[in-house]
Each structure stands twice: as structure tokens, then as C-alpha cells.
């Protein structure tokens, strides 16, 4: 194999990275930042997320990603403030994405019960690519599994990325709508034009609070919530039902189009069933999620796990914020 096959391959690597699509979390509630931007501040003071997820976990070089958030409500210019960090890895190759973000928000209130939050992000992303782990046709056939193909050392890209949204909601229920890469990025690793598709989100929810407290003082809820996504040529739609009985959370998700559309193998848009369940002590939430693959991966994939942990804090002596009530009634996983 010479360099020309070897330019050709890194293309066609390319090529099909620039049509991948972003990252995706099935506990987004447990990520809400980097759902919408509109979401940053949503809590009563300070909020720190870390997720975890291992998607498809019995494909080699599965995909992984981390993600780290800390947001800060400010009351006194109605305004929540943030920064986010993201490292998503695929593929033989470590094939990485990285993005660190600023996060911003705005509360209005259109009367007593009912509130607007339009939301910006803004900051940096890079991808890269360790061309030395990639394997090669000839590594298969010489018995040293070397290479004939020259070295190259890793490839990478920089980018500003700017991502907005809005969210309304009141004491029982939220809908909102995000865009993430609105000024088109260009995300190529050799220089060319890659721009990387805006990717725009329509969610929202209803809670319903069977008791505010039963006799042991517990808090008892159900919520059903949605959130449909589109990314060029893809589009998803996510529908879940939580019931919640503090402090545990039992939730079920599933994910696909059913009805709408067929799938690459001409049999209806399933995707997976998701399970989840949370537990919050004190101030510290812990989310698990199991995704259950239903489509024509399913004997091939082992599912994805996934792994939440938000820890929410105040000052109890500032009133200000021990008294904020109007929070977006969002699931917290």
C-alpha cells in the first residue's frame, strides 16, 4: 500500500467523521446544558454535573464520552452563568472531539407563574485524530503486523463554536427549543471545507405531583418528557415517562421514529429502550441508565451504559436564594 492509499483512506476516514453526528447523552435531563443553554442556572445557587457515557460497549473502540459542567445562578441580574467541558473518543484511531464552552442565561418573568429563559454557548472545539493507530490492509498480512505505510504524527483541528436557545416554562411543565453549531464551523482535519451541520432540538415535559408529601414527608410525582432532534440528514425522538418518589426516581425511555420512517434496512426506526434509575441524598443526585438496543444491532452492540452525578448547593444564609422556587420543572435525570 503506498501513500496515495493511504491519503485516500485518511479522506474516506474523513469524510465519514464530517458526516457523523454529535454526541448524545439519553439521561439529557442529567446534562441540561448541553441540551439548551437556555437551562444554565436552572437551580438555586450552584450546580457541578459530571456524566459518563460507554456507548456500545462489545464494538472495539467503542464510543466514550466525559462531560463536566458548573453552572452559577445570580440573582440580582436575573442571569445564570457557566462553563462546560465535553471529551467524546471513537474508533481504533481515538478519533476525539473536545469543547470547552462559556454558558449563558436569562431569566424574564412574564407573570407570576410563568417564565422565558433564552440561553447562549460560546467557546472552542477541537478534533483529533492518532493516525498511528490506525490498522492498515498490509498490517493484516505480514506476519510482524508492521507497516509499509509512512508515519505521521496526530491530526487536529480547531474551531469557534456557538450554540442558542430558549426555554418557557412554569410551576408544571417546560418546552424548549436549542441550536447548537449555528455559525457552521469548519471541523476538517486536512485543511479542507467540513462544516459541521447545525443541530437543533425541540423538548419539553409536564410534571404532575400526585401528593406534595405523604405522611413520611416524601415527595411523589410522575413526568412524561420528549425531545426531538435533527442534524442534517438525521433525526431522533425520545419519549420518557419518570416516577418519582423521593428519593428515588424510576424512569423508562424509548428512542426511534416509529411510523414516520424507515431505517437504513427498511424496517421501522427503533433504536433502544432505555432504564433508569436515580437516588439523591442531600445535595448529590446519582442517575444510572441502561440502553436496551431494539434495532438491527442489537446482537452486536451489548447496549450503552451511562452515569449521572449533579451536586446542587447554596449559601443558606443568603434568602435569596434559599427562596428561589421558580426552577424549570425538568426530570433530573
Given at each position: ?29 442529567a ?15 450552584s ?31 436575573k ?43 460560546f467557546g472552542k ?22 507497516s ?10 480547531s ?14 411543565f ?19 471545507e467540513?462544516l459541521?451541520?447545525?443541530?437543533a432540538?425541540?423538548?419539553?415535559g ?19 418528557a ?37 431505517n ?14 436515580g ?20 446482537s ?7 452515569v ?9 444564609r443568603?434568602?435569596k ?10 426530570a433530573?435525570?
Amino acid at each position: 500500500m503506498n501513500i496515495k492509499v493511504a491519503t485516500s483512506i485518511i479522506g474516506l476516514l474523513i469524510c465519514m467523521t464530517t458526516s457523523a453526528q454529535d454526541y448524545q447523552f439519553t439521561q439529557f435531563y442529567a446534562a441540561p446544558v448541553n441540551l439548551n443553554p437556555a437551562f444554565t442556572g436552572n437551580t438555586t445557587q450552584s450546580r457541578v454535573v459530571m456524566n459518563y457515557r460507554n456507548q456500545w460497549t462489545a464494538i472495539p473502540g467503542a464510543f466514550v464520552t466525559y462531560n463536566l459542567t458548573y453552572e452559577h445562578f445570580i440573582p440580582k441580574i436575573k442571569s445564570g452563568v457557566g462553563i462546560l467541558l465535553n471529551h467524546d473518543q471513537a474508533g481504533s484511531g481515538n478519533l476525539g472531539y473536545t469543547s470547552v464552552l462559556g454558558l449563558y442565561s436569562y431569566e424574564f418573568q412574564i407573570n407570576y407563574d410563568l417564565y422565558i429563559r433564552p440561553g447562549v454557548s460560546f467557546g472552542k472545539s477541537f478534533r483529533t485524530l492518532d493516525y498511528n493507530k490506525l490498522v492498515f490492509g498490509d498490517q493484516l498480512v505480514r506476519p510482524d503486523g508492521s507497516s509499509t505505510i509512512e508515519t505521521f504524527e496526530d491530526i487536529g483541528s480547531s474551531f469557534f463554536d456557538v450554540g442558542t436557545g430558549v426555554l418557557m416554562y412554569s410551576h408544571d411543565f417546560w418546552i424548549g427549543a436549542s441550536a447548537a453549531h449555528i455559525n457552521k464551523p469548519n471541523e476538517s482535519l486536512r485543511g479542507q471545507e467540513a462544516l459541521v451541520p447545525i443541530k437543533a432540538s425541540i423538548h419539553g415535559g409536564y410534571r404532575n405531583m400526585m401528593k406534595k408529601k405523604t405522611k413520611s414527608g416524601r415527595l411523589q410525582s410522575t413526568l412524561a418528557a420528549f425531545n426531538y432532534r435533527m442534524q442534517e440528514d438525521f433525526d431522533q425522538l425520545d419519549l420518557g415517562i419518570y416516577y418519582e418518589y423521593s428519593p428515588v426516581v424510576f424512569g423508562v425511555w424509548y428512542r426511534g421514529l416509529p411510523g414516520f420512517k424507515k431505517n437504513d434496512y427498511g424496517v421501522l426506526n427503533h433504536d433502544a429502550i432505555a432504564l433508569l434509575f436515580g437516588y439523591e441524598i442531600r445535595k448529590l443526585k446519582f442517575g444510572y441508565s441502561y440502553d436496551i438496543t431494539i434495532s438491527p444491532l442489537i446482537s452486536s452492540t451489548a447496549g450503552s451504559h451511562e452515569v449521572s452525578l449533579i451536586y446542587e448547593f447554596h449559601d443558606p444564609r443568603n434568602r435569596k436564594y434559599s427562596k428561589r422556587k421558580r426552577i424549570i420543572p425538568c426530570a433530573r435525570f
